[in-house]
Structures are given as C-alpha cells and as structure tokens.
C-alpha cells in the first residue's frame, strides 16, 4: 500500500521509505538485484529497468528513502559524491557559465571546479558566502549555481541558507547546498529556500565506512530529469551493492545523528578546558560566532565533526594525530568510529598554502568526527594525544631557531 512520506515522521521515513516489502517473496529487506540487464516483454516495452547503467532497483529503493527524508520525489544517486556534483555542475552549466562557491568549501570541490570543469570552460568564483553583498557582487550575467557548504570543511563556517535563497531567487540562479556534514536528520535546505540539497552519502548516511556515494535532492522535476540523463550518458550510477549497504545505514540516519551530536557537543566541551588547545570550532558551543545562526538552521543538533587548533603549530598537530589509538586518522567523517583528519595536509593538501591561511586552515588545525565511542574512552585517547602534541611542541625548534642551522 503507498505511503504518503511527507506526512511522517523523520525516523519512520528514514526506516521505512523505499523498504515496501518484495512483491514477488514478501522480503521485507530490499534485495541487491546485481543485474546488469533486464529481460524485456517486446520492441519498445519494459518492466521499468533496460540496463542497470540507467537505473538498478537497488539504487532506486535507495533513492526513495533519500528523497522521503527531504518531502521530496526520489533522489538521484552517483557512485561517489564528487561524481553527484559533477553532474550537478554539469547540469546547471555550458562552455562560458560561471558558478559562485563558498570559498571555504571541500578541497575536493575546489579541485573539481579548478583542475576539471574550469577546462571545459566552467568558470568559478568562490566568495565569502557569509557576505550577502559580496555574493551578491560575485553572481553575473553567465552565474547558472550558487554552490555552498554548510558547515564548511573544515572550519564549521556557517551560511545562512535562506538568506542565500532569497537572493539566489531574487537573481534568478539556483542555490545548492552540500548538506554532507549535517544530512537531512539534522538541516533540510530545501525546506530553508534552496533549489538543491546534495550530499556525499558516503559519510554520516551510510554511517560504517562500507560504501562509496552520492546523491542529489530536488524538487525541480526538470533538473532530476537532466541529472538522470547525464548519470546514464557518463556511467555514473552508484552500484547497487554500495546503494544497498547505504540504505540499510540510513535506516539509522535520525539516531544515530543525534548520538554523535551529543557525543561531538561534548568532546568540543572538553577540548575548551585544555591549555594545549588554542580555539574549538563548533556550531554547538555557546561562544560559537555563528551561534542563533546554528540554532534557527539546525535545531538543537549540530552533527558530528568539530574542528581545534592545537598551541605548538603543525608539531603538535601531527604528533596529535599520529599519538591517538582510539581515535583513527583517516580522511572520512561520519561514521561509528572516530575519524580525525589534519586538513592542510590531507583534506585541502591541493589548496595553496597562502590560501588555506587565509580561510583559517591552519597547519596546526586538526578535524574531528566523533562517533558512537563511550566519551570518556573518547577522553583518555585524546588527553594522551594533546600530552604528546605540547611535548612535540617544546621541543620543535622555533621559526628564528630554524633559521640559524
């Protein structure tokens, strides 16, 4: 019997929208359909499959969950996130379009738009997102997207989504929001006035470090049309094994969100009291800059990375993260397991240097994405690390020290 998703609660669509039992063996998990074609009744007619290219009933069951959690049709999903904002790109924009961007964004976005779609003649400006007159200034007559990140990686910036909606509307472009740090158990752009919601659902959705995605959220029938085109034209679709491992992880999406909000929230409280740690970046503290900003677009909730800087400059933080035992450096963010990521040399090694200072990606600035762990596990593995990263940092010798050998 078909449901009406919107009219449900996040958590009963998050464990049931696209779960409808099998037809054919009453299966209540949605099965892997590993096929690669499909038997057609004659010339011209099908069953609503041709060749798992185009589409694979794994995917789309996956799909409608994604959609459901957003009050929209179903999602479109990509073999990788990257590959979802590809295709949006793509989508929005010709040979001598322009894009505006949050200038603190993913460094994979970053290579993207500068290493690839730049050579196709896809030019992009990144901009202050947090300046309405700024972005305001940046978007030209060629301006086909506004892309932002919000929270940006790996600062925590946030962009007041339905301010940028307002003027995105109001300039007759749309505005797309990669909701990856947060998903929509935690911020829902689309209800907040943007056009695209997109995210990689490698991180917080499939949540176990198990399965490589992306997908794209809209309420534009037109642009899911075109977004599904290109997926079939480029081979980008998600493999149905990989979609299926993510949506039994969105099954959990809501619970486990909140747990690792509150177990973040409290990690981020605990690194303020140590004399190790020179500042804390995260929407859920009280001295956050960005603080009824952080409220009115997430709730009580504030996903679960965070971000310090740690006193004793790039030493320490890679005595830090080379010490911690529990905690795994990693790049990846979101799962059950706590990741920690130093972004200059890792996330953002292919932003510049003089740029990655500017935006406040500093060499000694670490990225923390906290998982289900017992906090006070979570504690004793990083008050080792912090001992080790001030021990490093004594010993490193100065910048004028340096300059005598």
């Not at 990856?180 to 490698?202: E, I, K, M, N, W």
């Not at 400059?313 to 010490?323: K, Q, Y």
């Not at 906290?370 to 006070?376: C, F, H, K, S, V």
């Amino acid at each position: 019997m078909a449901t009406n998703h919107q009219l449900q609660g996040l958590a009963t669509r998050a464990a049931r929208a696209g779960g409808e039992p099998d037809p054919t063996t009453g299966a209540i998990t949605p099965p892997i359909v590993q096929s690669t074609t499909y038997r057609q009744p004659g010339i011209g007619r099908h069953l609503g499959y041709t060749y798992s290219r185009a589409d694979n009933p794994t995917v789309a069951a996956l799909e409608r969950c994604l959609g459901a959690l957003e009050a929209a049709p179903p999602a479109v999903a990509f073999a990788s996130g990257l590959a979802a904002e590809t295709a949006l790109f793509v989508a929005c924009c010709g040979q001598g379009d322009h894009v505006v961007v949050s200038d603190v964004v993913y460094g994979g976005t970053v290579r993207l738009l500068r290493g690839v779609l730049a050579r196709l003649g896809i030019a992009a400006t990144f901009v202050d997102a947090t300046d309405l007159a700024a972005t305001a200034a940046a978007i030209g007559d060629r301006t086909r997207l506004l892309f932002v990140e919000t929270p940006a990686n790996p600062t925590l910036r946030l962009c007041d989504v339905r301010a940028l909606a307002d003027l995105a509307r109001t300039r007759g472009v749309p505005l797309a929001v990669d909701n990856t740090f947060l998903t929509a158990a935690v911020q829902r752009p689309l209800d907040l006035g943007a056009a695209v919601s997109l995210c990689s659902t490698t991180k917080l959705v499939e949540g176990h470090n198990g399965a490589i995605g992306g997908a794209v959220v809209t309420r534009d029938p037109a642009l899911l049309e075109r977004l599904r085109w290109l997926r079939k034209s480029t081979g980008a679709i998600q493999s149905p094994h990989d979609a299926w491992l993510t949506l039994r992880g969105a099954r959990t999406l809501p619970l486990r969100a909140a747990q690792q909000g509150r177990n973040a929230l409290a990690v981020a409280e605990w690194l303020q009291r140590r004399r190790e740690v020179a500042a804390v970046h995260y929407p859920g503290l009280d001295d956050f800059p960005q603080r009824e900003l952080a409220r009115r677009q997430h709730g009580e909730l504030h996903g679960s990375v965070l971000a310090c800087e740690l006193r004793g400059g790039a030493a320490a933080a890679h005595a830090f993260a080379e010490r911690l035992e529990l905690c795994l450096l990693a790049e990846s963010l979101g799962s059950v397991e706590t990741l920690v990521t130093h972004p200059a040399s890792m996330t953002h090694g292919d932003v510049p240097a003089a740029e990655r200072a500017r935006l406040g990606i500093a060499d000694a600035l670490v990225r923390l994405s906290i998982g289900l762990e017992d906090p006070a596990d979570l504690f004793a593995d990083l008050d080792q690390a912090l001992r080790a990263a001030a021990a490093a940092a004594a010993a490193a010798p100065t910048a004028q020290e340096a300059g005598r050998g």
